[in-house]
């Protein structure tokens, strides 16, 4: 088995388009319609909810722990728009690294037809929506050799009673010279009212030439808007303040990442600086909530530094402002020395206009003329 990276798209292509073109059509019971039920902006995000596979030294399940199913994160269907029969929408993958596969394409869910394809090629297939308001013996498009639902029942889905459809089958493949054979049983199910998928499982059990291994694995909706009042599970990005730093030094914020209504998938972090500024980041990944230290350097100037947070189809941005002030020179005084030195300085001056001030009337007094003494009469004889 060969190594790939399968999105939630591919996943269920994959292994259910030669199932359809072999498996038996029922004809159904009543006149169906065949009409969406869907409208535009309602979406419903999956998870993988388990998988195994058995035994984990062989070389099928070493494939699938090396980009295998175990490492998508969820996978998200939104609709795009609704006309007629056909159906636009965007599915994206998100992986436990926190990258993402996005792609948009359309299905009609009266001729089958849809514009996504296994990642084998071949007759277009479609399992993401059906028709609303199917039922058991249904085929699940209106086309000759389409599959029928093989059962319609009650189950308990996000905490609600909701009758649903059910279709499934065992695929054998066995390959032209005896190398290989694969038996594959698929079960999905689908909401009756809306006709989106629910939950989709697949078995496969493998015999070749190294041996013989069981895989299996469910991926199944964790939220939607549909028919609930879910909120599109995200995050948030904040910073604690801007950046003041004298050049050769460095100056640091904190980048705050917060979950909203169960987002618990890896954040990637990227920061975006301009020419003169050298920003990092001790981290560059978050699962769901936490913080990562950003530390900035550089020439005096004003800068804006962006981070970047993506997860799977969502991003978020925050900016933090940095000023770098020139350091100060190296016999330049501090304001404490200054006001010293201004004391001082006061000081003497008071000093020397005291010392010229005691100097001047000194002077001014020994310059001044004595007044003549009067000399006493002499004494005469009479």
Not at 29 to 47: C, D, F, I, V
Not at 184 to 194: A, C, I, L, M, R
Not at 204 to 223: C, E, L
Not at 278 to 302: E, N
């Amino acid at each position: 088995m060969q190594s790939s990276k399968w999105s939630f798209s591919t996943l269920l292509l994959a292994f259910v388009l030669a199932s359809v073109i072999v498996a038996p059509s029922i004809l159904p019971a009543r006149a169906a319609t065949y009409t969406p039920a869907l409208t535009s902006g309602q979406w419903a995000e999956y998870k993988l909810l388990a998988t195994t596979c058995l035994p984990s030294g062989s070389p099928e399940c070493l494939a699938q722990g090396n980009g295998g199913t175990s490492d998508t994160d969820y996978g998200l269907l939104e609709i795009a728009g609704v006309s007629g029969t056909n159906v636009t929408l965007d599915l994206s993958t998100a992986y436990t690294n926190g990258s993402n596969v996005a792609m948009q394409g359309w299905v009609d869910v009266a001729s089958g037809g849809s514009s996504l394809t296994s990642l084998a090629g071949g007759a277009p297939s479609n399992y993401f929506i059906l028709s609303g308001g199917l039922q058991v013996g249904d085929a699940i498009w209106n086309a000759p050799g389409a599959p029928a639902l093989n059962q319609t029942t009650t189950e308990s889905i996000l905490g609600d009673a909701r009758d649903v459809n059910v279709l499934n089958y065992t695929y054998t493949f066995n390959s032209p010279y005896g190398q290989f054979s694969t038996s594959t049983s698929t079960q999905f199910t689908f909401d009756k009212q809306y006709g989106i998928l629910i939950e989709f499982s697949l078995s496969t059990s493998t015999t070749s030439p190294s041996g013989s291994s069981q895989f299996t694995t469910t991926f199944g909706m964790v939220a939607n808007n549909i028919w609930r009042s879910d909120s599109l599970p995200d995050f948030t990005i904040s910073n604690s303040g801007s950046i003041t730093v004298q050049a050769g030094s460095s100056g640091t914020t904190t980048i705050t990442l917060s979950d909203q209504y169960g987002f618990g998938s890896t954040i990637n972090l990227q920061v975006t600086t301009q020419s003169g500024l050298t920003c990092t980041l001790d981290k560059t990944s978050v699962r769901g909530s936490g913080t990562a230290t950003l530390s900035c350097t550089g020439q005096p100037a004003s800068y804006t530094v962006t981070i970047t947070a993506t997860s799977g189809p969502a991003t978020h941005k925050t900016q933090v402002p940095v000023q770098i002030n020139p350091a100060a020179t190296p016999n330049q005084p501090t304001n404490q020395s200054n006001l010293i030195y201004i004391g001082i300085g006061v000081a003497a001056v008071v000093a020397i206009a005291a010392l010229a001030s005691f100097l001047l009337l000194r002077r001014k007094k020994e310059a001044s003329p004595t007044a003549p003494t009067e000399t006493p009469p002499s004494a005469t004889t009479t």
